[in-house]
């Protein structure tokens, strides 16, 4: 079975630093992967997918992910954060259902 | 294009009770799968339904089911509420026909509370 694992259950940066989000996989065969965000009392949004066309990925929001098969590796970056940013933020694969991380919880600090 | 609406979006309800909620896709989406979502679980998926027809299930119960009519929307159910079913209930709609690379869409979700 396909599955991903998001390392830190919480993130918390600075407005206009770097945020970095890790996602790694495990699949026996090449893995379609998502990253989706919730805001409070929301459903889940799509920020971006990987679906083999190319390794780095830009989504929306200024968020982008690079696939990395030698680490089984789909980190989620964006270069400056906002304070829009605060959300949760799911990173997951698609196995003729979507199989979830944890999620990890971002704060933005003013 | 609307997006997927769930209703209703909060719901309180007894144990031994039963829920139904509904969920209407994007226009032109066939498919319709249901996750749950827990603090202590997190996102569990729940079953996929595709032209009317349970396409994939997840590990859940069997008071746990669902429908889907010939307009595409679908409805989940579950019987004999217990405690633990407290959750956000969300439903995400896809074409249904270009695997798994296909994009979910997620609705607002149906927050439900056992008591």
């Known amino acids: 079975a396909q599955s991903v694992t998001q390392l830190g259950s919480h993130v918390s940066v600075s407005e206009g630093a770097l945020v970095l989000l890790r996602c790694n996989y495990s699949?026996?065969?090449?893995?379609?992967l998502f990253w989706y965000v919730q805001y409070p009392n929301q459903g889940l949004q799509l920020l971006l997918k990987y679906t083999s066309a190319a390794t780095l990925v830009k989504g929306i929001n200024g968020f982008e992910a690079e696939f990395k098969k030698s680490e089984t590796s789909f980190h989620l970056t964006k270069p400056s954060a906002h304070m829009s940013d605060a959300a949760e933020y799911f990173c997951?694969?698609?196995?003729?259902?979507?199989?979830f991380g944890a999620g990890t919880t971002v704060t933005v600090r003013a | 294009k609307a997006g997927v609406t769930q209703t209703p979006r909060y719901l309180i309800k007894t144990r031994g009770q039963q829920v139904t909620l509904s969920c209407s896709p994007i226009s032109g989406h066939r498919s319709v799968s249901w996750y749950q979502q827990t603090p202590g679980q997190g996102l569990q998926f729940l079953f996929e339904y595709f032209s009317e027809t349970q396409r994939n299930k997840g590990n859940f119960p069997g008071r746990f089911s669902g429908r889907q009519f010939s307009n595409s929307r679908s409805e989940m159910n579950v019987s004999t509420l217990e405690l633990g079913d407290s959750a956000l209930y969300l439903c995400?709609?896809?074409?249904?026909?270009?695997?798994?690379?296909?994009?979910?869409?997620f609705g607002p979700g149906t927050r439900l509370l056992v008591l």
């Open positions: 997951a694969i698609n196995d003729y259902k979507l199989s």
């Open positions: 995400a709609s896809s074409i249904g026909t270009s695997g798994t690379q296909e994009t979910q869409y």
């Open positions: 699949s026996s065969v090449p893995p379609y």
